[in-house]
């Protein structure tokens, strides 16, 4: 879900660990996870859009559960990204501040309008736009990943950048930009059960000025 908030750059820096070994889970050979036959025999119309879609990763790098959190206009073809991505998306599992696997929650787009020889229809989505007054160094955007750990009970344990934006003013401070976006609350595994887990989130922060 694109989400446009107002924010100011604070001075304050976010979350920080002398010792955190946490990183998101790694997409394994992206590029073989859709066919050419998957592709529905019709995905013209207006009417048509991405799906988002939520999927949560176990500590073996399965996806083990995919919801659908926006439609792209057709279920059946949200369904159909959901049964693809299940089936043979492959991670590299997270893991938490102390090196242990955890299971993780990331969302991705599936457009079947995209061509398969440009990529095939999955890729990352961005969660939120951040809007701000100034930027370093003039730029007019930049991008950073924050990866959130969550207790079972939906509190957040830990905030880190995951891919950083380059400037040092936005990755210092991007998790004290997130965490007032991102809802916290647990994430849900098999059969609904709340679980602990790694959430990544991207975002976009843009210059108004």
């Not at 920080?16 to 036959?37: C, I, K, V």
């Not at 961005?126 to 955007?141: E, G, M, S, T």
């Not at 880190?160 to 994430?187: H, M, Y």
Request: proline share 7%.
């Amino acid at each position: 879900m694109k989400i446009l908030a107002a924010a100011a750059l604070l001075a304050v820096p976010a979350f920080a660990a002398d010792t955190d070994l946490s990183h998101g889970p790694t997409p394994l050979r992206a590029n073989t996870w859709a066919h050419e036959y998957d592709y529905p025999d019709e995905v013209e119309g207006t009417d048509r859009q991405a799906a988002r879609l939520l999927l949560v990763v176990d500590t073996h790098g399965y996806v083990r559960r995919c919801d659908i959190l926006e439609s792209g206009g057709a279920p059946l073809h949200d369904v159909r990204g959901c049964a693809v991505l299940t089936q043979r998306a492959r991670f590299n599992a997270a893991v938490d501040k102390n090196g242990k696997a955890i299971q993780s929650s990331v969302a991705f787009t599936v457009d079947w309008r995209k061509p398969f020889a440009s990529g095939g229809p999955f890729a990352p989505p961005v969660d939120f736009v951040v809007d701000v007054a100034h930027l370093p160094d003039n730029r007019a955007l930049a991008s950073v990943s924050v990866r959130q750990i969550l207790s079972d009970q939906g509190t957040l344990e830990h905030c880190d950048v995951e891919s950083p934006s380059g400037l040092a003013a936005i990755d210092n401070q991007a998790c004290t930009l997130a965490t007032p976006l991102l809802k916290l609350g647990p994430v849900l595994g098999l059969g609904n059960k709340p679980i602990r887990a790694m959430r990544i989130s991207r975002l976009v922060i843009e210059r108004t000025g």
